[in-house]
Every structure is written in structure tokens, then in C-alpha cells.
């Protein structure tokens, strides 16, 4: 007697499934799928509508998880499934603008990063060389539902069938939904290892445009972070050409309005800004009375005095220098009376 397999393996519910007989094996076998509501460690938005699991068959594709779950459980439908290595979903992918906007989408479109264009990068792939992917021995799946209801309904409904032991044949009804395996699915591959020069031609082009865009984009933003003082309010220098085209005048024109708006309202907002100003006031309080004390002493000093400058001639007449002579003569000799007649007077009034 063959013993039932159990319905639950810790918190994984067991779900039978027959594979159908093969040329290589003309049996049919018994394959057991393990399910359990997706919880991972780093919860996103969809894992609350998600079933983890594992140990799909190798020959899984996405169209068998929505053919099991809707149509043979008749429980839920299927949204996307993501395979052991997860690919890049293409809601990332970045649209480019074409045409003009509906009437019910914002005007404004939103800026496309270096980094959504490097996704975009990373997701150009040569053409594919296989029509159909083949799974790892023991991968696991996560299996995304349009809603939670669906999710819970396609759980239970996968319990219910364990638990009834209902036939469920994998992959019954897709011989013709999806490229056959076996020797015709090596003969399409030595065919497709060898795509035409247009398809080539477009995957190339592809590329470089979306490179062309992510080389203007990072010089952009590299230019733009080069503007932007840092926390100590300075700028840094750095080498390069600059960019003098219109769309750099617009961005440096929202840089400065976006700082002053920034810096609004906050000039005497922190206590050390008001000590800076009160420093710099009285230092030039300071300064101006430095040059007030330095213009007040030069006029005392040039008081009272006429500087007389005679200016002789290259070659003077013995006229002229005799005339001179006797001028100095005549100034000195009144100035030493003068010295004198002051001694005499300081003398008599020195007397008892």
C-alpha cells in the first residue's frame, strides 16, 4: 500500500501533480509542488498578494502557473510570476515621450535619471537564442496575483485539492500554447543563433540611444553637483569644459532660485548667524575709526606748515645763486634771534 504524502511540511502546504509521459520516459510520474503565502524578509508591495514556490518543474513557464491556478483550480489569475533569478520588471524601464500627452495625464513630465537609464541599459539584450527557458532542478518561483483575494482562494483552493487527491495533470491543454521541447527545440535554436541584419541593426541603435541620453544625462547631473555649495556654504572648483546651452541656463536658473528660497527667511534665524553680523559690524566700526584717527592726526601734522619747494633751473646764473645765498642767509639769521630772544625771556622769568 502506498502511504498518502502529507498535506503540510512545516508551513508549506503539498500540492500532487502528475507529469504527463515523455519519449524518454513513457510513465507517468508524481512531482510535488510546496506552497506558502510570500514573506519575505524586505516586504514590497507585492508580496502580500504573492505565493512562494518551490520546486518547480524544470520545464515551468509562466503560462503553466496561470493555466494551473485559473483555469484547473479555478481559484485566482495570475499576474507575473518571477523564476529562481528574478529579471527586471518592466514597469522600471523608462518610456520615452512620444506624441503629445493625454488630456487625463499631468503636463509635466517626470526627469529621467542616469539611473533609469542605466536600467535602461542593463535590459537591452541581443536576440534571444532559445524560445523557451528552462528552469534549474529544484528552483523556486514566486507567483504574483492580481489581488490578495485571488492569492488566498488559489492557496486554499490548492489545499482542498491535496486533501481530495484531485488528478491534476502539469501542463495539460499547452502542447500547442507553447514550443515544444526535444530535438525541434535544438533545430530552432542552431536556427535562431543566427539573427537577420535588421534585427541586429535595431538592437543596436536601441542601445546607443539610450546611451547617447544616459552620457548627457550624468554630464548634466555632474555639472548640476558642481554648482551646488556644500554644508560649509563653498563651491567646489573643478576642471572641465562648461556647458553653455540653454537647457544649462534653465537648470542653473531653478539652482538659484531653489537656494533662495531655500536661504528665505533664515538670515538672523540661528543664534551664531547674529554673532557673525554683530562680529562683522563692529568690525567695521573698527575700521572706519582706524582711518578717521589716521586722517585727524595727518591734518595736525600738516597745521600751520607751507611747504615752499624752489625749483632752479638745470643750469642756474651766478645771479640766481647769489640771490638764493643770501635769502637762506637772511632766513637763518632771523630764525636764530628768534631762538635767542626766547632763551633771554625763558631766563628773566626763571629769575627769584
Do not use: C
Not at 185 to 195: E, M, N
Not at 220 to 235: K, L, S, V
Amino acid at each position: 500500500m502506498v502511504p498518502k504524502p502529507p498535506l503540510k511540511i512545516a508551513d508549506y502546504s503539498v500540492l500532487p501533480l502528475e507529469l504527463p509521459p515523455a519519449p524518454s520516459f513513457p510513465e507517468p510520474a508524481t512531482h510535488y509542488l510546496y506552497l506558502q503565502p510570500h514573506e519575505p524578509r524586505i516586504p514590497d508591495p507585492d508580496s502580500s498578494r504573492s505565493l512562494f514556490v518551490v520546486d518547480v518543474p524544470i520545464n515551468t513557464t509562466e503560462t503553466h502557473f496561470r493555466h494551473l491556478f485559473g483555469t484547473q483550480l479555478s481559484a485566482g489569475r495570475v499576474q507575473r510570476v518571477e523564476f529562481h533569478v528574478a529579471p527586471t520588471k518592466k514597469s522600471n524601464l523608462p518610456v520615452p515621450f512620444q506624441g503629445k500627452p493625454s488630456a487625463n495625464k499631468s503636463l509635466k513630465r517626470k526627469r529621467v535619471t542616469s539611473e533609469d537609464l542605466q536600467i535602461g541599459l542593463d535590459t537591452v539584450e541581443l536576440p534571444r537564442t532559445w524560445d523557451r527557458e528552462l528552469q534549474r532542478s529544484g528552483s523556486h518561483a514566486v507567483v504574483v496575483f492580481v489581488d490578495r483575494p485571488s492569492m488566498e482562494a488559489s492557496l486554499k483552493a490548492a489545499q482542498k485539492a491535496a486533501k481530495n487527491r484531485v488528478n491534476i495533470v502539469w501542463g495539460d491543454g499547452l502542447k500547442d500554447k507553447l514550443p515544444p521541447l526535444g530535438s525541434r527545440r535544438y533545430l530552432t535554436h542552431g536556427q535562431l543563433r543566427y539573427p537577420s541584419k535588421a534585427e541586429l541593426a535595431r538592437t543596436a541603435n536601441d542601445y546607443m540611444a539610450i546611451f547617447a541620453r544616459f552620457e548627457e544625462e550624468r554630464t548634466r547631473e555632474a555639472a548640476r553637483a558642481a554648482e551646488e555649495p556644500d554644508e560649509d556654504g563653498f563651491i567646489k572648483v573643478t576642471r572641465g569644459t562648461k556647458i553653455n546651452d540653454v537647457a544649462r541656463e534653465e537648470e542653473m536658473k531653478e539652482l538659484l532660485a531653489k537656494q533662495k528660497k531655500k536661504s528665505k527667511g533664515l538670515e538672523n534665524f540661528y543664534r551664531f548667524q547674529m554673532r557673525e553680523k554683530r562680529k562683522e559690524r563692529q568690525g567695521e566700526l573698527l575700521r572706519k575709526f582706524e582711518e578717521d584717527k589716521k586722517k585727524v592726526e595727518e591734518m595736525k601734522r600738516r597745521r600751520g606748515k607751507v611747504r615752499t619747494v624752489w625749483v632752479l633751473p638745470t643750469k642756474p646764473s651766478m645771479g640766481a645763486r647769489a640771490g638764493l645765498l643770501k635769502y637762506q642767509a637772511r632766513r637763518y639769521g632771523i630764525q636764530v634771534a628768534i631762538y635767542a630772544l626766547s632763551w633771554v625771556v625763558t631766563l628773566f622769568a626763571a629769575r627769584p
